[in-house]
């Protein structure tokens, strides 16, 4: 894609945002002034999305529609390109393997130049993966899992290396934590990510409270990132305003960097030409925009990306998970019972009001939770059809569709548990060791 059209669509991005703003907030934006606390009673706060667009940011995502985000939409505003049948397909010829269930049922729905990725790697070129995790809380749920459920399986079936960014000074940075809790956090979300399997060979997690420190190569990367982006840049791009701190002003800098391989010289040495391939939920693209638009001009590729839909709430795809609502999702600390007892009080239903009812007119699984959920985590797709045909003439009660993801999902928990269990300090400590990592690339 020429630069041209890069600012045309960032401009079309600017002003579709603006729009949103003003849906949100009921006034125009204006650079230097930040909204103004909506009238006691006005319906012009931050829930009155039915105004507008669905509005994402890396910090809010909202809409109106109990289908969720319209991804389509989204695809248009954001600029990027539909993983479509022919992508997959593309996918699956390249790497000889049945596309994981996140691509075949778009899950993973959106991409940066992905079959860029694929020429290369045809071509016997090297690339590498690149995801993260900011560790807010030390309990994580089943919808933080699905970036590294994937990115598992592409490391898996492209058998490259990886490497995994816990954004702990960010953390420190938007919410109400000291330093040492959130390097904490960090440690202790890295054990559920290690569990997800990760091969230790080709596997570098790192904290950027430790990290950035000790690696030159790494910080040299965010200097030169910082000085070709300006502040209204990013106060366009993330919504800053005058009264934000300056760390989180400078921190996209930060997220930036991994994307470009001479920042872990310890893995490439001091190669610059290495392409990075970025899987994460598409609330993050806009740090990812800045990056692309960046990387030529300091001279290094652009990183690709494969975006995902978001994880819903337990209470309805309109309403946002929160780690400080235990009700919100499965944890991944949660008992079998406590699953049981979730699902069956909280998950949101497309069923009817009454038995009858649900028998006659069917149920909807646009709307429902539990189907949605199964559709993440049921590997069987024609287990998954059989049950949205059930589910929607009426053959299949709520009850019963409530049981089929109670019994996907605690042993998926339990199963999570087990391995994570098995994971030591000492573990961890391997994985965030700064290291050469095994891979095939000259």
């Known amino acids: 894609m020429c630069p ?45 999305t039915e105004a507008g667009e669905d509005f994402v940011d890396p910090w809010t995502v909202q809409t109106s529609s109990a289908k969720g985000i319209d991804y389509d939409k989204l695809i248009v505003r954001f600029g ?17 393997q049945r596309p994981h269930r996140f691509l075949r049922r778009g899950i993973f729905f959106s991409h940066r130049d992905m079959h860029q990725i694929l020429e290369a790697y045809e071509n016997k070129k090297p690339f590498y993966l690149y995801t993260g995790r900011g ?20 490391q898996d079936v492209f058998n490259v290396p990886l490497v995994i960014q816990m954004t702990d000074d960010e953390k420190y940075l938007w ?15 890295a054990k559920d990510i290690i569990a997800c399997g990760f091969d230790i060979k080709k596997t570098f997690i790192f904290s950027d409270l430790d990290y950035m420190g000790m690696s030159p190569g790494f910080y040299k990367n965010v200097v030169k990132i910082q000085k070709h982006v300006t502040f209204n840049q990013v106060k366009g791009i993330f ?16 997220q930036a960097a991994p994307s470009f391989s001479n920042s ?12 990075c391939l970025i899987p994460c939920a598409i609330d993050q693209d806009p740090y990812f925009r800045m990056t692309r638009d960046v990387a030529p001009r300091i001279g290094y590729p652009k990183p690709a990306l494969l975006h995902s839909t978001f994880f819903p709430a337990l209470q309805g795809a309109q309403t946002k998970m929160s780690a400080s609502d235990p009700n919100s999702s499965i944890f991944l600390t949660d008992t079998a019972k406590q699953i049981k007892t979730k699902v ?55 009850g ?43």
């Open 4 to 48: 041209t059209n890069e600012i045309d669509s960032a401009v079309e991005m600017l002003l579709s945002l603006k729009m949103s703003y003003k849906a949100a907030t009921g006034e125009d934006y204006k650079a230097d002034y930040p909204p103004r606390d909506p009238a006691p009673g006005s319906d012009s706060g931050l829930d009155a």
């Open 80 to 96: 990027s390109s539909k993983i479509d049948k022919e992508l997959i397909n593309r996918i699956e010829r390249v790497t000889g």
């Open 135 to 154: 560790p807010s809380s030390e309990a994580m749920h089943v919808g933080h899992l699905i970036p590294f459920i994937f990115t598992k399986w592409l």
């Open 175 to 189: 919410k109400d934590l000291t330093l040492d809790q959130a390097y904490g956090y960090a440690v202790e979300n």
């Open 239 to 254: 919504g800053f305003t005058d009264s934000d701190c300056i760390g989180k002003i400078s921190f996209p800098a930060i």
């Open 264 to 275: 872990f010289p310890q893995i490439f040495r001091d190669r610059t030409d290495v392409q």
């Open 344 to 398: 069956n009080k909280h998950a949101f239903s497309g069923g009817r009001d009454t038995t009858e009812e649900h028998r006659q007119f069917g149920g909807n699984c646009d709307v429902d939770v539990s189907f949605m959920y199964l559709t993440f985590f049921l590997e069987d797709d024609d287990r998954l059809e059989q049950i949205r045909k059930d589910y929607t003439s009426g053959a299949m009660l709520t």
């Open 400 to 442: 019963e569709l409530k049981k089929e993801l109670i019994e996907v999902l605690q042993p998926l928990i339990a199963e999570h548990q087990a391995r994570r269990k098995e994971v030591t300090d000492e573990i961890v400590k391997e994985f965030m060791t700064p290291r050469k990592l095994s891979y095939d690339f000259e």
